[in-house]
């Protein structure tokens, strides 16, 4: 398995530019979210999903928009890219099953800049 | 809503000593699971423990052992016989149940000195 998978690993865009970061997982997981992680903090959830056709806001969901079309692939969309959103981006995902138990898989992360 | 409060920016161990990294937690829900990872210079986010809240008793998992208290809403990381190798950023997590989010601390930077 190769787990959660995102793509890419470093972008740098200019403000106003859109952008695409991709994130699949190959466990057949239900539930997965996408988090930014700013310098030295903790990471706050921007949107998830319970499954395919299903996505919900997290904590700072402005300036984002996802889909979830199949279990496998949750894609996070920049509409308009700002300085502000320079950040390192992580998807991960968890079992249904699982429950409370169940602890997040991540992906390796991706490291956006823009200028 | 949830939220975790890791009190300690950084802290500082000898190598070989035992560490304790602080974690509280507040929430509404009786059924909720807590969570540490490790986040090395690399970047990546490693799993280290779970509890359970209607667990009796401490996980613990090889070096690490996680220190519940519910009635005063902790979960501090117990890390035996530091090593270097754990110097790290410590993300403290709580899970709420039906959902895949989790809420995270602002994290800990441990360093462990040889």
């Known amino acids: 398995n190769a787990g959660v998978t995102q793509t890419p690993k470093f972008q740098v865009l200019k403000t106003g530019q859109s952008m695409t970061l991709q994130c699949a997982q190959d466990?057949?997981?239900?539930?997965m979210s996408w988090y930014r992680q700013d310098p030295g903090m903790g990471l706050r959830l921007i949107h998830y999903?319970?499954?395919?056709?299903?996505?919900d806001q997290g904590e700072v969901p402005n300036g984002y928009n996802v889909s979830r079309s199949t279990t496998e692939d949750f894609p996070l969309r920049l509409l308009s890219a700002a300085p502000s959103q320079t950040s390192v981006y992580f998807c991960?995902?968890?079992?249904?099953?699982?429950?409370?138990?169940?602890?997040?898989?991540f992906g390796p992360g991706t490291r956006l800049t823009v200028t | 809503a949830q939220k975790i409060t890791q009190t300690q920016p950084g802290m500082f161990v000898q190598e070989k000593e035992a560490v304790t990294l602080d974690c509280t937690y507040d929430?509404?829900?009786?059924?909720?699971?807590l969570f540490w990872y490790k986040q090395p210079s690399s970047g990546e986010m490693i799993f280290l423990i779970y509890?359970?809240?209607?667990?009796?008793q401490n996980a613990t998992e090889g070096r690490y052992s996680l220190n519940f208290q519910k009635a005063r809403k902790s979960a501090n990381l117990v890390i035996s016989a530091s090593q270097l190798g754990d110097s790290a950023m410590y993300f403290c997590?709580?899970?709420?149940?039906?959902?895949?989010?989790?809420?995270f601390g602002d994290g800990t930077t441990l360093t462990v000195k040889p």
């Open positions: 991960a995902s968890t079992h249904t099953l699982s429950g409370i138990r169940g602890e997040q898989y």
């Open positions: 466990m057949n997981h239900e539930y």
């Open positions: 999903s319970v499954g395919a056709g299903i996505t």
């Open positions: 929430t509404s829900d009786p059924s909720y699971g």
């Open positions: 509890q359970g809240s209607y667990d009796q």
């Open positions: 997590a709580m899970r709420e149940p039906n959902a895949g989010k989790s809420t």
